[in-house]
């Protein structure tokens, strides 16, 4: 790893997901696979530890190759598609919450990748959230029909 300092292992491959460890300076890891995901310092790539978690590419240095995650036919890093179902355009957030700060809108009926889910702010009575495949945010599951299992974050 290049920073001096622990790193944090999230839930997620995103700054904004739950930090579930750190790991210390130099610390060896095996990375299972990566995807890209929200950029930090100018790096989109995200890698799977093989005992769980996501960490930041742009502070590790990797000692061989490292495999792109299983994409299950979507694109980037999604394992699976879904289909915007509001009647006007859904807005995707940097969180699952609507108070999240916002990053894009999608058109309703585009099929879009899936990543994850996870539980977050309650919408229409429904408290799942999926990460868009591209790791650029999150949408209410409210208004997605998912074509296949979604696994959780």
């Known amino acids: 790893m290049s920073s001096h300092v622990g790193l944090n292992v999230h839930s997620s491959p995103s700054m904004s997901a739950r930090v579930t460890r750190v790991l ?24 799977n530890l093989a005992d769980g978690g996501w960490v930041s590419a742009r502070y590790v240095d990797n000692l061989s190759a490292v495999p792109t995650c299983n994409s299950g036919g979507g694109s980037g890093g999604a394992r699976a598609q879904g289909r915007v179902t509001s009647r006007t355009e859904l807005h995707v957030r940097k969180d699952a919450s609507t108070a999240s700060a916002y990053v894009k809108d999608l058109k309703p ?14 919408v229409g009575g429904n408290s799942l959230w999926y990460m868009l495949g591209d790791g650029s945010g999150w949408v209410s599951a409210r208004y997605v029909d998912n074509f296949s299992i979604v696994p959780y974050c």
Do not use: F, H, M
């Not at 210390?24 to 890698?47: F, I, T």
């Not at 009926?109 to 309650?122: A, D, H, M, R």
């Open 109 to 122: 009926g585009s099929i879009i990748p899936l990543y994850c889910k996870k539980n977050g702010q309650s």
């Open 24 to 47: 210390a300076y130099q610390q060896l890891v095996l990375l299972s696979c990566k995807v890209s995901g929200p950029s930090v310092g100018g790096n989109r790539v995200w890698y």
